[in-house]
Structure formats: C-alpha cells, structure tokens
C-alpha cells in the first residue's frame, strides 16, 4: 500500500500537480471567454460575464486595459487616500463633474433608461468614460453582484493617473488602461495598491513617475473622451458622431494647426490652460508657490453643484462663463430698407409707429470649441431679446422663460434635435434611438451667428427705446431637469453676456466716443455671421465693406474671395461632396457619366475669388490662409501645377 508522502510518488506527484495547473489555465481562459471572469479580475467569482460584442469584454467602448483583462475594483486606491497628501486638490476634484461622473442623478437617470431598453451591456459604452471602475472590474453585466462603492467617486485620481496610453483621437474612452499605482519601484515597474504614505514619501521621486506621464498635459489625453460616437452595437443602425469637441478646438485658432478659422491667435492654448488654470492649494504636497493646476476643470456644469449643495464651484463656474460670448447690437434696418450699421456709429431718425428689423451678431469670441460643446440636445443656451420704451413698458420680447420654467419655443437657441425612427423628438437623452440630427445650431470657435428680431414701435411709445440682448444658459433644459428629479425645481440661469442699445424717438446722432477702428471687424464678424447663414451675395459685400474701411486688412480680401468660390461651388456641385461655409473645395464638378469637367465659363466666375485672393497676398505676402484658399480653387479648376506651387509654402 501507497502513502501519498512516499518519495517514489513525488515525480509523479509533481508532473500530475504540472498537468493540472495547465488544466486550470485552460479552464480559466475559457471562462474569460466565455463564462466567469477570473478571480484577479471579478469583485464576485459566482456571476456570470456577458459577451453580446465579442470576446473584448469592454465593447462598445473603446478604452482597453493594457493586459486586456479585468482590472479588481480593489486595485484602485481610492481617492480618499490621495487625500492625505492633497488636502486642497481633492477638495476640487469632489466638486468637479469627473467626481461626479456617475452618481449624478443628472446622468444615472438617463444611464437607467439605456439599461433598462438595451440591457447593462450596453452602458459600458458610456461608462468607459463615466465610470471605467466599473468597466474595468468587470461589473456591467446582466445579474452582477459588484459591490459598487467606487460609484460615488467616478472618475477618481487613480483612473485618469494610472492611463498608459492614448489609443487614437477617435474619443469615446480610446485610452490604454494600465495596472493602478501610486508609486514603482526602482526599476520601473509598478507597486500595486495597497502602499503606505510612507513608501511615497520615502521615494516621491518614484510616486511623480508613477502618476505622471508627458500626454496628461495634452489636449489628445483629454480627447479620448471629450469625443464620442454612437457604433452599430449600441444604436443597432450605424455609425454616428455625437461630439466632437477635440475636433472642433483642433481647427480653431486656439490650437493654431488649422488655416481654417476666420481669426488668429498669436499662442496656442490647449484644453488644459482654460480647464485647468493655476488655483490657490496652501495645504497641498504638490503646490508650487502655493498654487497647483485645478482640479475642478471648470466649465458649463451648474447642475451638480446645484445639487450637491457646492456654492464654491457654481460660484467660480458662473464667473468661468462671464462674456464668453460677444454681442454686438449691430444693425438695423426701417420697412425693409437699407442697413444702418454700425448703428450706434450712424445718424438717422426713428419715429414711433415704424418697424425695424434688429440684427444682433453673437460671436464666439472666448470658447475654444462650439457654443453648447457636446450634448447640446439637453443642455439649453438661448438668445433673450427685449424691446421697451422709457415708462418700462416691454413692447417686443423673444426668449423668456414661462411660469413653469420652460423656454419661449421660437427663442433662438444654440442646440439640436435628435429624431427617432419614427419621427419622435428624442427629449430625455436617449441618444441609442437616435437616427437623424433634425436640427442642430452652434457656433464655432472665433465664428458668429446672426439674430434679426422686428419690432413694431406702438404709436404711443416714449421715447427712448432699449434694446437688449442676452445670451444665457443653463444645464438642463427645465423638461430634462424635471424628468430627472421627478419634482418641479428652477436651476440656474446664467448670463454669459449681454448689450444694451438705447435709441431715441427722433434723431439719432453718430456715437463719437465708440472707436472707428473696430468698425471693419464689426463689419467682418458680420459678414462670417452672413456665410454661415449661406448668404454668400450678402456675406461678400459685408466683406468688401471691411476692406473699404481697412485696406490693409489682408484677411478681408481673403473673405471675400470664400464667398464667392464658396457660392459658386454650392450652387454647381450636384451630387458630389459637399463644401463647408469655411470654403474648403474638394475635386470638380461631375458631369452626368462621373467625369470631372470644367467649361471656360466656370474657370472665368471662378476669377474674382482669385483675384480676392491676390489682393490679399499683396498686402501680407506670408499669408498662409490666402495661399490656402488660392490653392483649394486652383486645384478645382484643374490647375495642379500652380494649385503645388502655392500650397507647397504651406506644408513647409
């Protein structure tokens, strides 16, 4: 008889220990394939893990861990503990949307709704930004018993500090999730939590190569989820975008990588100068000079403060949106007649009884990406206008707020409209049902919009009359907000700016005080306003008013020759891709067999734009934006060897 001590068995008692080990391995990666994830990657071993995306278990978002496994719950360290050290960060960071991210009523109800329709499968598509824990553990499937206490931190310390990688730019979490750690050891490889504030301390030296990477000053680091798209998987139709903010600052001038924008910065900012601008941190280990990049990212969220009762952050987010936009009460015109503008730069006589139309130019001026970025189908921001004369009495009014919260429906608002399959107005965020974008109205960095109001004066009106124009905002719109908390509430309204013009009943005298020389970028932004509104006749004659008014602004011969290319192309191209009002021309005009053809006619309306384009290069040679456009319209017409010569200065 055998024991199982007896050294004759240990050989094969070790081959069999072999076999079944390698057994277990197999075992386990089937079940990470199909069953059960691992036990280093599950916060409970008995559940099962759902793949109705394939084996990756993170589709349909795009984030990915750097094993390509699950990550424990339990292997992130908690904010909290961050906290010891950065008493003041973490104080920003609490009240901050990344805090935030997931147990906001304001995105947990609409979470809900995409669980409850699609499944929590689904959710992982979104919660690869707003909660990758979660992601991460292995928690969003179908009867998960995941204790989820890192909900109430959502984006913690540790999920932005531990990404190794940026993926692509293509957003929607397209980031390489590495193994948490708060600190490495001498050779580089990381320390799994738990650690002691004295094992950081000791070495800080390895704690700040643990944390920090060069790509987290970047914008592309904030891209990975401030971009996002709706895939097939998730909407069951097609690929659709559904923001774009990287996209939208990379071709404005804050960025200075694109000649597109209408005006220039001399430096370039990125994500992080406007969201994360030096604050005060007295009791932080990582202050310098008292002060550390803040935490609070700043931006257009009044909800969770409001909520949370966080009067510090809706405060310093209230003065964050102060005259972001600008406004410019910049016209107006009596019965149809010709434009008065600048009109407080005009001499001209008003009289009770008549009807004046109003235009009101809003621009874009201190936003480096759209005004409402993102999802602006739940966000509102909206034009007020009133008009009243000197006993008070409002006579003409857009944009006003009802008893119950909700806005005017023919206010001028700066936002879209998501429709359903079949025609219904999604109006809760249910961004999964989404097949078109009915409408959708912003304005783009360093771009403007053009508001026109009339206003018939009553008879009896005394003089002088007021006009004024605001441009608020709030987060949500008063339907969403009470869909949301199930209770009839008023969040804030904030101003982001406003002006007022004051008219007399009788003659109007020219304001000399104003300064002539913004008169032609008044009349520049203008006629950008005209050309997003496809006014191409207008928009040119706006332009060449600008160059009446300052020759030597090379820009505004530039602007002149977009409109008229850019009218010409709108108005001949049929059935090939289309052109954007920034003037960017792509191949010819196709015939009826697919050719590309060009009569002499074409090439001869074609010539004022170029010779728009000329005049601009004569005042400023190094033009590069002329250049551009010159070469864009040279390429059009067939001329490659010239459209090479002019766009050759630019590559270089």
């Not at 084996?55 to 984030?63: D, I, R, V």
């Not at 919660?127 to 824990?133: A, D, L, R, T, V």
Request: proline share 6%; hydrophobic share 35%.
């Amino acid at each position: 008889m055998f024991r199982w001590d007896d050294p004759r068995l240990k050989r094969p008692m070790r081959c069999l220990a072999l076999v079944l080990a390698l057994l277990a391995s197999c075992l386990s990666l089937l079940c990470a394939q199909t069953g059960s994830p691992s036990e280093t990657g599950s916060n409970s071993h008995n559940q099962t893990y759902h793949y109705p995306f394939g084996p990756n278990p993170f589709l349909p978002s795009q984030a990915q861990s750097a094993s390509g496994s699950f990550i424990p719950a339990s292997a992130f360290p908690p904010a909290s503990f961050c906290a010891e050290c950065h008493a003041d960060v973490h104080r920003q960071w609490r009240q901050s949307a990344h805090s935030n991210s997931f147990r906001a009523p304001f995105y947990l109800r609409n979470v809900e709704l995409l669980n409850d329709a699609k499944g929590i499968e689904h959710s992982r598509h979104c919660e690869g930004c707003h909660n990758p824990i979660a992601l991460f553990s292995g928690a969003l499937t179908t009867g998960s018993k995941a204790d989820r206490s890192f909900d109430e931190d959502g984006i913690t310390c540790m999920v932005c500090h531990s990404i190794q990688k940026i993926q692509s730019t293509s957003g929607t979490g397209s980031y390489v999730m590495g193994v948490p750690a708060v600190t490495i050891k001498p050779d580089g490889t990381p320390r799994p939590w738990p650690v002691t504030a004295d094992d950081i301390l000791g070495r800080i030296d390895l704690h700040k190569r643990a944390l920090m990477k060069d790509f987290y000053r970047t914008p592309e680091f904030c891209g990975v989820c401030h971009k996002a798209a709706l895939p097939k998987a998730v909407n069951d139709y097609r690929w659709l975008r559904a923001f774009a903010v990287y996209d939208e600052w990379q071709e404005s001038s804050w960025s200075r990588q694109s000649l597109a924008p209408f005006y220039k910065k001399e430096t370039s900012s990125t994500c992080q100068t406007c969201h994360m601008p030096p604050e005060a941190a007295p009791n932080d280990y990582a202050s310098k000079g008292g002060v550390v990049a803040s935490h609070r990212w700043l931006g257009a969220n009044t909800a969770i403060p409001t909520f949370y009762g966080y009067e510090d952050q809706l405060q310093k987010t209230r003065e964050f949106l102060k005259d972001t936009v600008s406004i410019d009460i910049f016209g107006i015109s009596k019965g149809g007649g010709e434009l008065i503008a600048p009109v407080d730069r005009q001499k001209f006589k008003l009289a009770a009884g008549e009807t004046i139309t109003v235009n009101a130019v809003i621009q874009n001026s201190r936003i480096g990406h759209s005004l409402v970025p993102e999802q602006r189908d739940f966000y509102e921001s909206w034009v007020e206008f009133t008009a009243k004369d000197s006993t008070g009495r409002i006579f003409c009014r857009s944009g006003w707020l009802d008893q119950e919260g909700f806005l005017e429906p023919r206010a001028h608002t700066f936002t879209n409209r998501l429709v359903s399959s079949s025609g219904a107005w999604l109006n809760i965020h249910q961004v999964w049902e989404t097949k078109i974008k009915a409408y959708d109205n912003t304005i783009l960095p360093g771009r403007s919009d053009l508001v026109r109001y009339r206003v018939k004066i009553p008879e009896n009106a005394r003089g002088p009359v007021t006009l004024t124009v605001k441009v608020n905002y709030r987060r949500f719109r008063q339907g969403y907000t009470d869909f949301v908390l199930q209770a009839k509430t008023s969040y804030p309204v904030v101003e982001l700016a406003s002006r007022i013009l004051t008219l007399n009943l009788g003659e109007n005298s020219a304001n000399l005080s104003s300064d002539p020389k913004t008169d032609y970028l008044r009349w520049n932004n203008y006629g950008i306003a005209l050309l997003g509104q496809v006014q191409y006749f207008r928009a040119a004659e706006a332009f060449r008013k600008v160059v009446e008014l300052n020759p030597k602004y090379a820009d505004g011969y530039t602007n002149i020759g977009i409109a008229i290319y850019t009218e010409l192309i709108d108005h001949k191209r049929e059935g090939s891709d289309g052109l954007g009002a920034d003037g960017l021309a792509i191949g010819g005009f196709p015939d009826g067999t697919g050719n590309l053809f060009l009569r002499k006619a074409v090439t001869e309306e074609f010539e004022p734009a170029l010779r728009s384009f000329e005049q601009s290069l004569a005042v400023e040679p190094s033009n590069l934006r002329a250049r551009y456009h010159q070469g864009a319209v040279y390429r059009l017409l067939g001329r490659y060897d010239e459209a090479a010569a002019v766009l050759k200065p630019i590559v270089d």
